[in-house]
């Protein structure tokens, strides 16, 4: 069920149009601070001169294209500063870019500072992230901070990486205005024991019979874990969908205490393993669930796996049903795999989550939730 800004409850009450506008201009803007405040470093850095040109062409994506005729502009300057002004619309920018190997298989991102007004993101060809919306249904995001998480699999290590950003300016100054350009390291990511990232089964809907095991779901599409689900296949869509992974379990862990971690989600989740619930995050809509003042999306899923569930030989499956409000959804970042129980809690005790965001308590302070 498609739902747009206008179907979203907020609270108990339906604010007015206009207080709908501010409220997610106020989403938009603090939707990336949770990052800020972790612990990132810095090991790329990416300003300097990019290629640019202005038009719209989707081969531009392509790692493989040709760019060596674009004009060089500095990143990150706006575009009306670096010999275009007046000038609204699309453009491209293309960089490349090396991350040392010894940063294989941590946590990465991409910050891009802010985009003047939209823009989409592409690492070596894949579709990684956007922010703000294009004609006919245009929506900026101009103070929107951009950190992108970049799957460690769409990199290559000791080698050029190309990335692509598409933007839209509807008006005014326009493109990668400003913002410390680079690559980013989380320091504090949690590793599983047993991963679980990668190829998944992903499917728009919501039926009650696809958490059980024996469900055949060899026809649904694939999705890449963990990565928001508009990068692939389901742009615009705001609902229900349904994640499966079949697994076998690691010898080295069939005698231990074991948490299954699904690393975050937007916006909230129902998870079954072997057709049993192990845990949940937020209010589904049927059970008065709503997505302004929650910072569900926000929170790392961690669901301990009571004894006698997970198979020692043979397939495990997992099920997991999401709704997403509106804006982006899907599981979106990780740690995704499974955990000893006691390394878990020394993590947990070092990076404890707040009971509440600060967000989240100003949305309680405005709807009274």
Do not use: C
């Amino acid at each position: 069920m498609r739902h747009t800004l206008s179907d979203v409850h907020y609270g108990r009450q339906n604010l007015p149009a206009g207080m709908r506008l501010l409220v997610l201009h106020i989403l938009l803007i603090v939707a990336a601070l949770p990052l800020r405040a972790q612990h990132m470093e810095k090991i790329v850095d990416l300003h300097g001169h990019w290629r640019f040109e202005i038009g719209d062409d989707t081969a531009w994506a392509d790692p493989g294209f040709d760019d060596s005729d674009w004009q060089l502009i500095r990143v990150p300057s706006f575009w009306e500063n670096e010999g275009y002004p007046g000038y609204d619309g699309w453009a491209w920018y293309r960089t490349r870019f090396t991350v040392p190997g010894k940063h294989r298989y941590n946590a990465l991102y991409l910050n891009l500072g802010t985009i003047d007004d939209v823009d989409e993101v592409y690492v070596n060809g894949h579709f990684i992230g956007f922010s703000g919306s294009p004609p006919p249904n245009y929506m900026t995001a101009y103070a929107d901070a951009r950190w992108y998480y970049v799957p460690f699999e769409y990199l290559h290590f000791d080698a050029p990486n190309v990335l692509a950003v598409r933007v839209f300016d509807n008006e005014m100054s326009g493109g990668i205005s400003n913002g410390d350009i680079g690559v980013y390291l989380q320091r504090n990511y949690l590793f599983p024991d047993q991963s679980l990232r990668g190829t998944w089964k992903l499917r728009a809907g919501d039926l009650q019979e696809w958490k059980q095991p024996s469900y055949d779901d060899s026809r649904w599409p694939t999705a890449f874990v963990p990565l928001y689900w508009e990068t692939q296949g389901l742009r615009d869509y705001d609902g229900y969908g349904w994640y499966r992974r079949s697994f076998t379990l690691d010898d080295a862990l069939a005698d231990e205490r074991l948490i299954l971690l699904l690393g975050k989600i937007d916006d909230v989740d129902q998870v079954w393993l072997n057709g049993r619930s192990i845990g949940k995050t937020g209010k589904m809509p049927e059970d008065g669930g709503y997505y302004v003042g929650s910072d569900s999306y926000n929170r790392l899923r961690a669901y301990f796996i009571p004894r006698g569930i997970l198979k020692r030989r043979g397939e495990n499956v997992i099920a997991v049903r999401v709704y997403d409000g509106f804006l982006h959804g899907g599981i979106y970042q990780g740690p995704i795999g499974l955990i000893r129980q006691d390394r878990f809690r020394t993590w947990q005790n070092r990076h404890p989550q707040d009971e509440k965001s600060g967000f989240e308590r100003l949305m309680d302070a405005l709807f009274g939730n």
